[in-house]
């Protein structure tokens, strides 16, 4: 258990629909990342927030956007959803958003756009 | 642009034999580099890591490699067991710490 809990753990929905993806970190992390991982893309940054604040952003879609709370819990939400964003959905988090420190796994969220 | 390079994407062993998985990046501002371990269903998990100023570290049957110059990082593991296979997943990390990915390579490790 890395101590980055994500809820829900799966989420089926349509296309044209939004959803919210949430992110508690480990106790005492004040970065959280968003990754995505399906087949073909394999595991991609989407976005970086630290201490509440944005401090990188990879490949995300406009469709996309994510925050981090002053409890430091992170919400991605996706909207106008498409088929292809089935995928895994993976929180990380890490300690004080250095380049030299280890990011921690959640379990993922799985969506599933129909 | 930012690039990591796995190889191979499968590789099957038997078990007490070594696996070695290697790994290519592109950015030479790379300074930093985790091995994870993904098991199906689960979120990947950080096994090892290598930081640009040391060559090799090891932590039992485990052991990482670093050549900066090449810009090559390997990941050694030594007499495996059926409970290694899974998917291991190589990256780089860049300044900030966002992490650039290969492409896995999935270990089955026969009894």
């Known amino acids: 258990d890395s101590g980055v809990t994500q809820t829900p753990k799966h989420l089926i929905t349509a296309t044209g629909q939004r959803v919210t993806l949430r992110c508690s970190p480990r106790?005492?992390?004040?970065?959280v990342y968003w990754y995505q991982q399906s087949l073909d893309q394999g595991l991609q940054f989407l976005i970086q927030?630290?201490?509440?604040?944005?401090?990188a952003k990879g490949n995300i879609l406009e469709r996309f956007s994510a925050q981090q709370f002053p409890d430091l819990h992170s919400e991605l939400n996706l909207s106008s959803l498409e088929l292809g964003d089935s995928a895994l959905y993976f929180c990380?988090?890490?300690?004080?958003?250095?380049?030299?420190?280890?990011?921690?796994f959640g379990p993922g969220t799985r969506l599933t756009v129909l | 642009g930012e690039n990591v390079e796995q190889h191979p994407s499968t590789l099957s062993v038997q078990e007490g034999d070594s696996a070695v998985i290697k790994c290519t990046y592109s950015?030479?501002?790379?300074?930093?580099f985790p091995w994870y371990k993904q098991e199906l269903g689960k979120g990947p998990q950080l096994i090892i890591d290598?930081?640009?100023?040391?060559g090799e570290k090891k932590d039992q049957r485990i052991a990482v490699t670093l050549n900066k110059t090449a810009k090559h990082f390997s990941l050694h593991i030594t007499e495996t067991q059926p409970e290694d296979s899974a998917v291991y997943f190589c990256?780089?990390?860049?300044?900030?710490?966002?992490?650039?990915f290969g492409q896995g390579t999935e270990l089955s490790v026969k009894p």
């Open positions: 990256a780089a990390a860049l300044q900030g710490g966002k992490l650039i």
């Open positions: 927030y630290y201490n509440g604040e944005e401090r």
């Open positions: 290598i930081r640009s100023n040391v």
């Open positions: 990380a988090s890490s300690g004080d958003g250095t380049s030299y420190n280890e990011q921690f």
């Open positions: 950015d030479s501002a790379s300074n930093y």
């Open positions: 106790s005492g992390d004040l970065s």
